[in-house]
C-alpha cells in the first residue's frame, strides 16, 4: 500500500476514533506530501521521497521541540511531542548501531574502500541502502571510524 492510501486510510481511522492528535499530525503528513504530489516533478510520490518528507517533518518538530522547551512552552511541546511519536510511525524501523556498524563494513567491503579518501563512494552507497533507518551525521561518523 502506498503511503498517500496508508496515510488517508489511518486519517479516516483516526476520524472515526475522535483522537485530535493523530488527526492533526497526519492531515500535516497528508498536506506534505500533497505539495511533494504538486511540485512540478514528474516523480510523484516515490516511497524514497515519501521518506525523506517524513524524515524532514521528524526533524523540523524536533527542531521546535528543542526551541519550546528552551523557552518552558510546555503547551507547544507537547503538540511536538505528539506529533514526532506519530509521524515517526510511517518511518522504518531505525538500525541499532550494531545494525549500523555491520551494514556499513559491508558497504566498505562492497566498494573497496580502504582509506578516509573512499568516504564519499561509502557515504553515496551507504545513503542508498540505510534510507531513513539512521541519521546522516550517525552514518557519516560511523563511516569516520570504520576507515579512519
Known sequence: ????????DSIKESM????????RALRAIKAELLLLKTDGSSDGITEERGLKVLQKMVKQR?????VFEQQKREDLALI????LVIIREFLPKPLSEDELTALIQ????????SSPKD???VMGEANKQ????????VVS????????
Do not use: F, H, P, Y
Not at 472515526?16 to 488527526?23: D, L, N, P, W
Not at 511536538?80 to 506529533?83: G, L, Y
Not at 540505510?130 to 551525521?137: E, H, L
Open 80 to 83: 511536538e511531542r505528539e506529533e
Open 119 to 121: 568516504m564519499g563512494k
Open 62 to 66: 524536533e527542531d521546535s521541540l528543542a
Open 1 to 8: 500500500m502506498s503511503l498517500e492510501l496508508l496515510i488517508n
Open 106 to 113: 559491508n558497504i566498505i567491503t562492497q566498494v573497496g574502500a
Open 141 to 148: 561518523a560511523t563511516v569516520k571510524k570504520l576507515l579512519g
Open 16 to 23: 472515526k476514533a475522535k483522537t485530535e492528535a493523530r488527526t
Open 130 to 137: 540505510i534510507a531513513g533507518r539512521a541519521d546522516g551525521k
